[in-house]
């Protein structure tokens, strides 16, 4: 009796666990996007990419360009990413906001 018991838990508990598993994925990949992010903004900020009193038709650097490439990949990973875990995303800023203030 205590053997049918113990697989149906099991059973019933399967889905919820898999359900833990990829949302608990999702927020450590969401926590890496979010710390890479905001040192890729860090970086593009202290090179002075995009401020108001730089030159305008200055042509960016490959490196400057290569920052804000990475810098929109990185935005639209989590934009995919929010969309479809949206709570896992907000813990993962959380977390991130622990990590590396």
Not at 46 to 70: F, M, T, V
């Amino acid at each position: 009796m205590i053997t049918i018991i113990a697989l149906s838990a099991a059973i019933l508990a399967i889905p919820l666990m898999a359900r833990l598993l990829v949302a608990a994925i999702a927020t450590l990949w969401g926590a890496a996007l979010v710390i890479r992010s905001r040192r890729i903004a860090r970086h593009i900020l202290s090179r002075g990419i995009g401020q108001p009193n730089s030159r305008c038709d200055r042509k960016p650097s490959r490196a400057e360009r290569r920052l804000l490439k990475q810098g929109l990949k990185l935005a639209l990973d989590q934009t995919e990413l929010r969309s479809l875990f949206p709570q896992s995303m907000a813990r993962a800023e959380t977390w991130a906001s622990r990590l590396v203030p």
